[in-house]
């Protein structure tokens, strides 16, 4: 399988080779601005442009990100340090999602575009060791001195739905703004094996959904010159009400300052900053053991309260003729610059008293998008 995905890769790369002898590098951003690689903004930023009255377009993006360990604040964190008041502690976490985002054009300003999500979480733990382990007639000894435990869900996520309208009407410049809603698709009910049992309620990173309908505003405004664009994003995601396991997760904002380089009319590479914060997870599910003697991704306070900085790099390709015209390859990762995990704070004499979160290792977005 891996295999079929690099060669699916390299097919699409010639794709894009051969055709960009067909098309001319512009030498003035006219019309031309609205047909080369970085038209589109990076990877990363999915509500940046509108499509003309009565156009289709339609996109499939994958999204990775991977975290691994432990980290209270700017400071990392061991196992031995988890372990004085968990049974587990965190080793790896693999976030992916699939989206699925047909767009199409109302009028030449207006566009409505949906996302559909399918989630995939798995996560391993380290084990609290246990040197030895007596029992009547034997004695059991680990071997190891961290066993991982795994755990895995898959789903539907929450499906958002958009309305984008563009206030400038130059082909070289688009002012973006966008009203979303974030439908309760994704399940908060995902059961698996804990150390509450074999059929439990999964913490709240391996739910696939928010369980609550959610605002998504955004501002998006984009700048391209002879070689060179660039532009800004704002974006939020603003949880309303609690869901039906009387909790909601933290309310998301982002800022994204982004430039790229046009490399030839199909090929453009960018960089992009992104300042990123998550405030603390509200309330409580009753079905979590909040206990300090599970392990840190079931208990509230180690959650949200997160202010991230990161860095990342992207490629945009572009095909200008043949059949294969207008069809965009995006691709864009990063890893994080500054992270500050500080959680919920706990109240006074709680235990354990201080949060536990996994810090974020790389991201991983790649887009192909075709406008019909």
């Given amino acids: 399988m891996k295999k079929v995905n690099i060669l699916l890769l390299v097919a699409l790369l010639q794709i894009f080779v051969v055709n960009s002898t067909k098309g001319q590098d512009s030498s003035s951003c006219d019309g031309s601005c609205c047909r080369r690689a970085d038209d589109l903004a990076p990877a990363g930023i999915m509500v940046d442009h509108v499509h003309e009255k009565g156009k289709l377009g339609i996109a499939y993006s994958y999204m990775n990100m991977a975290m691994q360990g432990s980290q209270s604040g700017t400071s990392s964190v061991s196992d031995n340090q988890v372990f004085v008041n968990y049974m587990m502690a965190p080793n790896k976490m693999n976030m992916q999602m699939h ?19 399918y989630n995939i979480n798995t996560m391993s733990m380290n084990m609290m060791p246990m040197s030895t382990m007596s029992m009547p007639g034997m004695v059991m000894t680990n071997p190891t001195a961290n066993m991982p435990a795994n755990m895995k869900s898959s789903g539907l996520g929450d499906t958002k739905l958009y309305l984008l309208y563009n206030f400038l009407s130059s082909c070289n410049q688009r002012l973006v703004v966008a009203a979303g809603v974030s439908l309760p698709t994704g399940s908060i009910n995902v ?60 309310n998301e904002s982002s800022f994204s300052p982004w430039a790229a380089y046009k ?62 015209k207008g069809l965009h390859l995006l691709i864009e990762c990063g890893m994080p610059l500054y992270q500050n995990l500080q959680g919920r704070p706990f109240p006074t004499g709680v235990a354990p008293q201080q949060e536990f979160q996994m810090p974020v290792k790389y991201t991983l977005t790649a887009r192909l998008q075709y406008n019909f």
């Fill in 191 to 250: 059961r698996g094996t804990t150390m509450e049992g074999s059929n439990s309620i999964m913490s709240y990173c391996m739910q696939l959904g928010t369980g609550t309908y959610n605002l998504l505003p955004s501002i998006v405004y984009a700048n391209q010159f002879n070689h060179f664009s660039f532009g800004v994003a704002f974006q939020g995601n603003i949880k309303l009400g609690v869901n039906s396991h009387n909790y909601s997760l933290g």
């Fill in 99 to 117: 989206m699925l985002m047909p767009m199409y054009g109302i009028t030449d300003k207006l566009t409505a575009m949906v996302m559909i999500n």
């Fill in 263 to 324: 490399v030839a009319s199909w090929a453009s590479i960018s960089l992009r900053g992104e300042g990123y914060y998550m405030s603390a997870l509200y309330g409580y599910d009753n079905g979590i053991n909040q206990t300090a003697s599970s392990d840190p991704t079931a208990n509230v306070y180690n959650y949200g309260s997160k202010k991230l900085i990161n860095g990342l790099v992207g490629i945009n390709l572009y095909s200008p003729k043949s059949c294969f």
